[in-house]
């Protein structure tokens, strides 16, 4: 696992993918400092070294990143963590457009594609 702060290349994403779900990589988005964690078997195990570099907990959305899909379609909003009725986000989806767009934006800022 690791936090990726500045610019990534595809194709390291892509390796990561090879090497733990195919063509998929799990990815936590903190949304605050803007950085992700990726590499986790599971969006916890990332949500958990975010909180543990200094990441608050509202501000972590859990994602999974297709690096074989070039349209924004590659970007998918689905995780248990991001279960929060306390913060008005009663799926596994990222409820609110405004933290998607956030999302989106912070991901293409970090991964060189």
Do not use: C
Request: charged letters at 30%.
């Amino acid at each position: 696992m690791e936090i990726i702060k500045d610019k990534i290349p595809i194709g390291e994403l892509k390796t990561i993918a090879e090497n733990m779900f195919g063509n998929m990589v799990k990815a936590v988005v903190d949304t605050e400092k803007k950085i992700m964690a990726v590499g986790g078997e599971l969006h916890s195990d990332e949500e958990a070294i975010l909180l543990e570099n200094g990441s608050k907990q509202h501000s972590l959305w859990g994602i999974n990143l297709y690096v074989d899909i070039e349209d924004d379609s590659w970007i998918e909003f689905d995780s248990m963590i991001n279960l929060r009725p306390s913060q008005g986000n009663r799926t596994r989806n990222v409820d609110d457009s405004g933290i998607r767009s956030s999302i989106i934006e912070i991901v293409n800022n970090l991964v060189e594609r």
